[in-house]
């Protein structure tokens, strides 16, 4: 079964940086399309990127455009996130998706991913 590992959370100050890796295994990694989603507390899990891996056409939320950046390391199996200019409102859980359907990158809808990681922590301080 497809596996999904995340990493790279943290506590970061407003106007700081991290970056997310996202662990593949267990799937054709072309064949897929990957997506980064999160949910902060009392807030319904949004999309936030998504990524198509076999050409790399990706999709963003509007509230990230300019600030975050997805990309992926097809050697590696690894999809990243680059998140820029933190905003206290980026805090919550993000989770990488996967779904069998390269073109599920358009929508980022987080009902069409099939696969899920355990996520992991941002916090952004004011």
């Known amino acids: 079964e497809v596996q999904l590992v995340e990493s790279g959370g943290g506590l970061v100050q407003a106007g700081g940086s991290l970056r997310l890796s996202c662990a593949a295994s267990?799937?054709?990694?072309?064949?897929?399309?990957v997506g980064w989603f999160r949910q902060a507390p009392g807030k319904e899990r949004e999309g936030v990127s998504c990524?198509?891996?076999?050409?790399?056409?990706?999709n963003y939320a509007d509230s990230v455009k300019g600030r975050f950046t997805i990309s992926t390391d097809n050697a590696k199996s690894t999809v990243y996130l680059q998140m820029n200019s933190l905003k206290p409102e980026d805090t919550g859980v993000y989770y990488c998706?996967?779904?069998?359907?390269?073109?599920?990158?358009?929508?980022?809808?987080?009902?069409?991913?099939?696969?899920w990681g355990q996520g992991t922590q941002v916090t952004v301080s004011s």
């Open positions: 998706a996967a779904d069998h359907r390269p073109s599920s990158w358009l929508h980022c809808a987080d009902g069409e991913y099939d696969y």
């Open positions: 990524i198509g891996l076999g050409d790399g056409s990706s």
């Open positions: 267990r799937f054709t990694f072309d064949d897929y399309a």
